[in-house]
């Protein structure tokens, strides 16, 4: 059985929030060529339990991960260690310190690791929903995703557009989201009643960091160079 909050931070929780993965039906490589994209979220979720600290030390524990403990860092100091606790500094990283305090948050998440799904997205949308509420952040949805895909770009180092945040933080299972990843303009798009979404698992493993999506990405951008465009 794994700990509860209580057991590995010896508080209950302020707060418990969580956020979709996301499965994209039209717009393949789309988004970061402001394109249009149509993703749906899936009812797998990533889960948060949070509470605020006194001082600007974070502790982290993901449930997925268990056997790595706890994670422990400080607002401010974040360093990039390449495995998933990234995720996490990259979102306290993106808001520039702007949480007072620490926190503590432990983390559930049924959304598959290297599935193409999002799982680092529902991650990001989580944990900026927890900080959001934890420390009255003026932040709405939109920008909500703006800063997950900050924190993927500038801290992770995945050069990833905006659809897989604003999916996360925008989309649900009754509805896809046409986004316009240009302008950020968007609507729903109703799902059909008694439709199912399948997912098919290729057993290809999918990394936006190091994986052909930063090749494809960096052939985007030259072909939009010799073009003479800002985006294709």
């Known amino acids: 059985m794994q700990p509860s909050f209580e057991a590995l931070f010896g508080v209950a929780p302020t707060l418990s929030v969580d956020a979709p993965g996301r ?10 060529n402001g394109g249009f994209v ?3 979220a899936i009812p797998q979720r990533t889960r948060v339990q949070a ?3 006194a001082d600007r030390t974070v ?3 993901s449930a997925q991960f268990s056997g790595q403990g706890l994670h422990t860092y400080v607002i401010g100091q ?12 990259g979102m306290t990283h993106a ?8 926190f503590d948050a432990r983390i559930e998440s049924d959304v598959p690791v290297g599935s193409g799904l999002s799982s680092s997205a529902a991650l990001e949308i989580a944990i900026g929903r927890a900080l959001r509420d934890l420390f009255h952040l003026n932040v709405d949805d939109v920008e909500l995703a703006r800063i997950g ?27 896809a989201l046409f986004l316009d990843t240009r302008s950020l303009a968007h609507e729903r798009v109703r799902l059909p009643e008694g439709a199912a ?7 290809v493993s999918h990394d936006h960091a190091s994986g052909d999506y930063r090749v494809r990405r960096t052939e985007c951008a030259e072909a939009a160079r010799l073009l003479g465009v800002a985006m294709l």
């Open 149 to 175: 895909q900050r924190a993927e770009n500038e801290f992770v180092g995945a050069p990833v557009g905006i659809m897989d945040q604003m999916a996360c933080s925008l989309a649900d299972t009754t509805a």
């Open 78 to 89: 974040e360093a990039h260690t390449g495995g998933w606790v990234d995720y996490v500094k």
């Open 51 to 53: 509470s605020a600290r």
């Open 197 to 203: 979404l399948l997912v098919v698992d290729s057993g």
């Open 23 to 32: 499965v994209n039906l039209i717009g393949e490589h789309t988004d970061y």
């Open 38 to 40: 149509l993703p749906a």
């Open 59 to 61: 502790r982290l524990w």
């Open 95 to 102: 808001l520039g310190g702007t949480p007072l305090s620490g």
